[in-house]
C-alpha cells in the first residue's frame, strides 16, 4: 500500500481538479480596470463565487484579483485574503463576531515575475478555496473576502458578487456514520496488531445491521495518514483488509516475522443501497473518530546487538569492587534499551540456565554501567550487552561483539568472612528475629547465632562462656527466630551471627569468630505480661437489654482489650479467690479491642443481653499489650479487672395491700373492695429492689384524684434477699366523699432500669352513709296516741348514693318509760 503519488501536495488532487473544471466553464473574456468594484487602494477581491458539491460535500469559493493599472497593484504582493462565512449577509459589524477559516495571499511576487501587472485581474489566474462543509449540516450560507493591507487594515467593503455573495449557497451533508476508534495496539510478544472500536449502532441503532443491506465494517491500513482530502483517494486506490460483520467490535492484524514499519488504520462502513437512487453509500469523510492521527509502529525484528568498547574490573577501598562496561548505541534504533548479563562462562545466548540477568532498562546515550562486585568474590566473569527495541523486542542472540572476554574480578583479599546487614529486632510474642545476608563468594556454608549481654571482641569468643549458642540455619534461609524467656524486659541484648564453610586453602571447615561486623544490638525485648486492667464501673440497662462496661486505660501503648463473661461463681463462695481466663467457665465476648488511638482516661463497651433473664453474671477485662504478652489473670473486687454484674430484663412487679387503720393503731387488713369512710394505708409489696423512689397516683371514675401527679412511696420494710422491699401510702376518705371507682397507678423503675407502670382498678369508694325516713307513726308531739291491742303501720323509706342493697328493722320497747327495763325484736329483713 503506497502514499498517494502527489506525497504532501498531492491529496489536493480531486480539490484542485474541481477548481480547474469550474474555472472552466466561467468565461474568460478579459476583464478592465472598469469592471473592477470598490476602492482600488482597498484592493478587494473580485467576481466571487460559491459553488456546492454533494458529492465531496464541499463548496468551492472562487474569485479574482481587482483589476487596475495603478500603483495600488504593488500591493497586491503584501496583501493578504481573509475568508469568513456566515448565516447572514456578512456586515463589517459581523467580523468582529466572526472568525475567518482561510487566509490566502493576493499574488506571489515569485510567479509574478515581480511584475505587479501579472497580478491584476485578468492576467493573475485567479484564486480558489475549498471549504469543508461539517457533517450533518442543513442551511444556506454566505461567504464574503476581505483584504488585510501591509498596514494591517482589514478592508472590507463587502459588495455583493465582489467580495460577498448575494445569493446564500445551501450545504446539506450527512450525518456522520462512521465508528469511533478506541485503540490500536501493537503486541510485540505475540506479533500481532490489536483494533478496537465502538460501533455506531451502539450510540445510534438506525443503520442496518442484518438483511441485504446490513452495513459491512470495512479496515483498511496505509503508510499514510488518511484526511478528509484522501477519502475518495483511499477508496480508488488502496484494498481494505479485512470486510466484517455490522456487530464486530475488534481485529486482530497479524504481523510477519521480521517486520518493521509504521501503519495508519482506518475503518469505515459500507452501506449497500443506502441513497434514494439505491446506490452504496461509505462515509469517506474521515471527521470522526474512524481513523488514525498518529502512526502505530509495527516491530518484530529483533534489533542488531550494541557495539561492546570496553569492560574493566578495579579494587575498591572497602574490598568491594566495581566492574564498568561500556558500549556504543544501535544506530539503526530509536527508544531502544540496553540489558546487561552474566555468566562465569562465555555464552552465545541468554537464555542459557548459567546466564544472570544483572541490569535492564538502560536507557539510549547512557553507554555505559558499573556492575558492583561483593567482598569474597573471586573468579572470571563474562558479560554480554543486549539490545530492546522501543517496542520490547528482544534479540536473545548475542554477538561476539557486544561480549567481553573472561574478566578477573578479585574482591577476597582483605574480605571479612562473616554475613552482612546482620540486624536483630524484638517483634513480639516472645520472638526476636535475627536476620542477615549470605556471606559472599562461597556456597554450602552455615550460620551459627549467638547471643549475649555486651560487645564482645573476637579475642574475646568463648563458646557458652561469653557467647551463648542458639542455633543453626544453612544458606539461604537468612533469619532465625529466638524464643526470649517469659517475664523478661532487657534491653542489653547482643545477637551475633558467625559462619562456617569450606574454603579451598583450608582443610576441613573453617569457622571465622572474629566478630567484626556480624552483630547487632536489640534496643529491647518485652515479655512480661501488663498489668491487668481495672474496671471503673459495669452495669445492666434493662431496658435497652444491655450491659455497659467502663474501664480504665492503662498506661500502655497500642494494647488492645477483651471482655470475657462467666455464669458461675470462678472466685469461690467467699468471692476472693484468684481466676484465669483458662479456667473452666470464661468465655469471650469481645475481643481485639484497640486502643492504640485512644486517648481518653477510660474505655467503654456496651453490648447485648438477651430479654426476660434476671441473673448475675462476672465480667472481666484483660489486655494484651503491642507485643502480644497477654494478662490470663482475673482478680474481682475493688481495683480489679471483674465484676459481677445483675443482668436483669425483667419488669418489676407489686402486690397491693389495703390495711383499715380507722383504729389508730397498725391497722387490719381490709378485706372489701369497697372503701368507705375512713383512714388506709395502701401497702406495695415489691418483688425486687428498686432504683429511684417508686410513686402513686390515684383516680376516680368521675375524674377527681385523691393523689398529686406521682406523689412518692414511703419504704415500710426494707427487701432482704428472701423478699423485696413494701412501700407504703396513707390516705383518708371522708364521709363526704364522691362514689367511684378507684383506678390505683404505681410507678417502679428497678436497679437495672427496667421501668413499669402498674395499675389496680378492683376497689371503689362508697363513704356516704344511707339515709332513713320514718314516716308514720309520726313523733309523739304530732298527736300520735296508740291505745292497746291498736295496730301500728310504721312506714319508713331509704336513700343511698350508690345501692341499697338490703334494709332490716327491729322494735325495742321500753316498759316503765326510757328509764325503765327496754326490750328488742331480732333484726328482721324488710
Not at 492521527?293 to 518484530?300: C, S, T, Y
Not at 549470605?438 to 547465632?449: F, N, T
Request: aromatic share 12%.
Amino acid at each position: 500500500m503506497g502514499s498517494p503519488k502527489a506525497e504532501q501536495n498531492g491529496g489536493l488532487r480531486a480539490v484542485i481538479l474541481t477548481a480547474v473544471m469550474l474555472l472552466a466553464l466561467a468565461p474568460l473574456s478579459p476583464v478592465h480596470a472598469e469592471d473592477s468594484e470598490g476602492d482600488p487602494t482597498n484592493l478587494q477581491a473580485q467576481n466571487i463565487q460559491a459553488v456546492f458539491d454533494n458529492t465531496s460535500e464541499t463548496t468551492l469559493i472562487t474569485w479574482d484579483n481587482i483589476a487596475t493599472g495603478g500603483s495600488e497593484l504593488n500591493g497586491l504582493f503584501s496583501a493578504t485574503y481573509m475568508l469568513y462565512r456566515h448565516t447572514a449577509p456578512i456586515t463589517p459589524v459581523d467580523l468582529d463576531s466572526l472568525e475567518h477559516f482561510a487566509e490566502v495571499d493576493a499574488c506571489d511576487a515569485g510567479e509574478a515575475g515581480g511584475n505587479p501587472f501579472n497580478c491584476q485581474g485578468g492576467t493573475h489566474t485567479g484564486h480558489a478555496v475549498t471549504f469543508p462543509v461539517a457533517p450533518g449540516t442543513n442551511g444556506t450560507f454566505y461567504y464574503a473576502i476581505t483584504t488585510l493591507l501591509s498596514n494591517g487594515t482589514e478592508a472590507a467593503e463587502l459588495l455583493f458578487n465582489g467580495s460577498q455573495i448575494y445569493e446564500p449557497v445551501e450545504e446539506i451533508t450527512r450525518a456522520v456514520y462512521t465508528p469511533y476508534l478506541i485503540s490500536v495496539i501493537f503486541d510485540a510478544a505475540s506479533s500481532q496488531t490489536n483494533l478496537n472500536w465502538l460501533n455506531y449502532n451502539s450510540i445510534n441503532n438506525i443503520l442496518p445491521a442484518t438483511g441485504p443491506d446490513a452495513l459491512q465494517i470495512r479496515v483498511w491500513r496505509t503508510d499514510y495518514q488518511i484526511t478528509r482530502e484522501l477519502g475518495s483517494y483511499l477508496i480508488a486506490e488502496e484494498t481494505p483488509i479485512a470486510v466484517l460483520n455490522a456487530t464486530d467490535t475488534s481485529y486482530t492484524v497479524d504481523i510477519a516475522p521480521n517486520t518493521e514499519r509504521s501503519s495508519y488504520y482506518s475503518i469505515t462502513y459500507l452501506l449497500p443501497n443506502y441513497t434514494e437512487n439505491g446506490d452504496d453509500y461509505e462515509d469517506i469523510r474521515f471527521v470522526g473518530d474512524n481513523t488514525m492521527a498518529d502512526p502505530v509502529v509495527e516491530d518484530n525484528r529483533p534489533p542488531d546487538q550494541p557495539i561492546l568498547l570496553s569492560a574493566e574490573f578495579a579494587s575498591n577501598p572497602d574490598g568491594t569492587g566495581t566492574t564498568t562496561i561500556t558500549w556504543g548505541d544501535v544506530m539503526a534504533e530509536t527508544g531502544e534499551t540496553y540489558r546487561v548479563y552474566r555468566s562465569d562462562q562465555p555464552f552465545a545466548t541468554i537464555l542459557r540456565n548459567d546466564v544472570s540477568l544483572v541490569v535492564e532498562g538502560i536507557l539510549e546515550g547512557i553507554n555505559s554501567y558499573e556492575v558492583e562486585v561483593p567482598q569474597g568474590f573471586l573468579g572470571y566473569s563474562y558479560y554480554c550487552v543486549v539490545t530492546v527495541d522501543e517496542t520490547g523486542v528482544i534479540n536473545t542472540d548475542t554477538t561476539g561483539d557486544a561480549c567481553t572476554n573472561g574478566i578477573e574480578e578479585n574482591a577476597f583479599y582483605g574480605w571479612v568472612a562473616e554475613p552482612t546487614n546482620v540486624h536483630a529486632e524484638f517483634i513480639g510474642d516472645r520472638t526476636t528475629r535475627v536476620t542477615w545476608s549470605d556471606q559472599l563468594g562461597i556456597e554450602g556454608e552455615i550460620y551459627h547465632i549467638w547471643y549475649t549481654t555486651y560487645r564482645v571482641s573476637g579475642a574475646q569468643f568463648v563458646e557458652n562462656e561469653t557467647m551463648y549458642y542458639l542455633g543453626t540455619v544453612g544458606d539461604g534461609i537468612g533469619s532465625f527466630d529466638v524464643e526470649v524467656p517469659d517475664d523478661e524486659y532487657r534491653t542489653n541484648s547482643f545477637y551475633f551471627v558467625t559462619s562456617e564453610a569450606l574454603y579451598g586453602n583450608v582443610n576441613g571447615t573453617y569457622h571465622y569468630t572474629g566478630l567484626v561486623q556480624n552483630y547487632f544490638q536489640v534496643p529491647f525485648e518485652d515479655t512480661r505480661a501488663p498489668n491487668p486492667p481495672r474496671i471503673k464501673n459495669a452495669y445492666s440497662v434493662g431496658s435497652l437489654n444491655q450491659v455497659s462496661l467502663e474501664w480504665f486505660n492503662e498506661d500502655e501503648n497500642n494494647e488492645s482489650y477483651s471482655i470475657w463473661r462467666h455464669y458461675g461463681e470462678p472466685f469461690g463462695a467467699d468471692e476472693n479467690d484468684v481466676s484465669t481466663i483458662e479456667s473452666d467457665g470464661w468465655e469471650l465476648v469481645l475481643g481485639d479491642i484497640d486502643a492504640t488511638f485512644v486517648s481518653t482516661d477510660t474505655l467503654t463497651r456496651e453490648f447485648n443481653i438477651p430479654p426476660n433473664v434476671d441473673r448475675n453474671v462476672w465480667y472481666a477485662v484483660t489486655i494484651t499489650d503491642e507485643f502480644g504478652n497477654f494478662n490470663g489473670e482475673i482478680f474481682a473486687g475493688f481495683g480489679g479487672n471483674a465484676f459481677k454484674v445483675a443482668e436483669d430484663t425483667l419488669l418489676p412487679a407489686a402486690e397491693l395491700v389495703v390495711m383499715d387503720m380507722s383504729d389508730g393503731g397498725s391497722g387490719i387488713e381490709y378485706d372489701s373492695t369497697t372503701l368507705v369512710a375512713g383512714q388506709y394505708k395502701l401497702l406495695v409489696r415489691v418483688n425486687e429492689e428498686l432504683g429511684p423512689t417508686p410513686t402513686i397516683m390515684i383516680s376516680l371514675s368521675d375524674g377527681s384524684v385523691l393523689t398529686g401527679d406521682d406523689e412518692p412511696l414511703v419504704l415500710a420494710v426494707q427487701g432482704n434477699e428472701n423478699q423485696g422491699p413494701v412501700f407504703s401510702f396513707d390516705f383518708i376518705i371522708t364521709p363526704n366523699s364522691n362514689a367511684g371507682d378507684m383506678m390505683i397507678h404505681v410507678l417502679m423503675e428497678d436497679e437495672s432500669n427496667n421501668e413499669v407502670n402498674q395499675s389496680w382498678d378492683h376497689l371503689s369508694i362508697d363513704a356516704q352513709i344511707p339515709e332513713i325516713d320514718i314516716f308514720s307513726p309520726t313523733p309523739y308531739t304530732d298527736g300520735s296516741k296508740y291505745l292497746y291491742g291498736n295496730k301500728i303501720n310504721v312506714l319508713a323509706g331509704v336513700e343511698d348514693d350508690v345501692v341499697v342493697t338490703s334494709f332490716q328493722y327491729r322494735f325495742t320497747y321500753h316498759f316503765g318509760g326510757t328509764t325503765g327495763v327496754s326490750l328488742s325484736t331480732p333484726w328482721s329483713d324488710l
